[in-house]
């Protein structure tokens, strides 16, 4: 059973009773407004509002504290699993309020950082003695150009007219989105210091702008089409959050918080960049393609103890489809790859590439922004998820082609999981499994 967008807004109207007596969150009829890092000054309303509230929780040892919202975030944070965007929605939304009541500003709401709009941090972040400045980030992260150094990175991108629940939002218990895998991720990295890690990304202020920006992301995803949520992912928990006076919010569910006036904000504008599809080209005056028959190879391959990198070999009448294949066929490959969850896989980066003789093709290039997560006493956590997996999600489609038909030999895909720091001498991650699943269809044009 799943439910619909309308279903999802109900729900998400009684958000705030939660299941453990949470505060109500009436809609409001003025929603605060979140707005763009880079129409904002120094001056404006709400970075004065943000960089008074910083300062201001800086300086408590209570359960309003920036302390407390790092630890939250150190100790709870859903990453790599479907509730990665509804609990950091939450997370945004109660420090909003926390910096309303405490300095006044009722009205306040976080700036979203756009790094593929507005390349740059925004100065007000980036220059020292400002409340909003941090110190520890990587050298030269003040002054990078993000989007080109991003787009350096990988081409993988999550698609918002077309990615279904599973693929943008991922899978439970474990299986990261599309939009935290291929946008999220990097961005932490690329940032580095505090933020490259997700015991500390919590008290550089950009955390909260870039995780603005990843919601909005999803606002927008949820705005394009009418999208369905899973039901149990709709009832799956999150508790731990603090309110504008210190309290316990109690618990919430995923499906309560799809809606995003629901938490009385809504953004200036949405996501201005979704990914269309581009039309494929067939045979000269036709317009149309229809499906007639289709066939789907299965392919798994599992690491043994000790292996790092794993490799499917296309067996061999796919691989001859492949190289004789022309505009009446279309191909989609699905696919993932799990790590154990362990020290390991901190500071690695997950390169998938199909190989077909000397030619190579990047499927996709995630950055490892693992949560192990700490135990009471400051050490890290052996895991933090079910089945002490860490996995991702790639696709391709009718772009193989071209690799196939100019190479010999075996075509595979491969996954390693490269050594960011390679200093540190850490052992090599522990591989888990590789699973791919690549659909031939046949088509006749009209």
Known sequence: MKIDRRHALAGGLTAG???????AWAQATSPRVRRA???????????VAFAQGVSLMKRRNDNRSWARQVRLHREQAKHGNALFLPWHRLELAHLERIIG????????????????????????????GLPLYERQRAPGANELDYSKARWATSRNVARLQSDDFATFCGRMPTGAGSVEAYGHNHIHVLVGGLMGRTETAAQDPVFWMHHCNIDRVWATWQALARRTYPAAWSAEKVDGYIGPNGEN???????????TRSLGYRYDQLYPFPLFSVASQGPAGATTRTPIGSTVYKLRAEARPGESAMRIVFPDDLTARLRAADDTVMISGVGSVAYAMDRRLLDRSLEIAMTGGTRTLALGSSPT??????????????????????????????????LAQRSEGPIAVGVAAEDLTPSVRRPPAQGRV???????TDIRWS
């Open 101 to 128: 009541r405490l300095t006044g500003h009722s009205t306040f709401a976080l700036p979203y950082w756009d790094w593929q709009g507005d390349r740059f941090l925004p100065s007000w972040t980036t220059t020292p």
């Open 249 to 259: 919010t109690g618990t919430w569910t995923a499906g309560q918080v799809v809606e």
């Open 17 to 23: 009773l939660g299941l453990g007596g949470a505060e």
């Open 434 to 440: 590789l699973e791919l699943n690549v659909t031939l």
């Open 369 to 402: 922004f693992v949560h192990l997560g700490m135990m009471g006493d400051g050490s890290m956590a052996h895991h933090a998820m079910p089945h002490d997996a860490y996995a991702i999600g790639f696709n391709f489609g009718d772009e193989i082609l071209n």
């Open 37 to 47: 890092a880079s129409t904002l000054t120094a001056t404006s309303d709400d970075v």
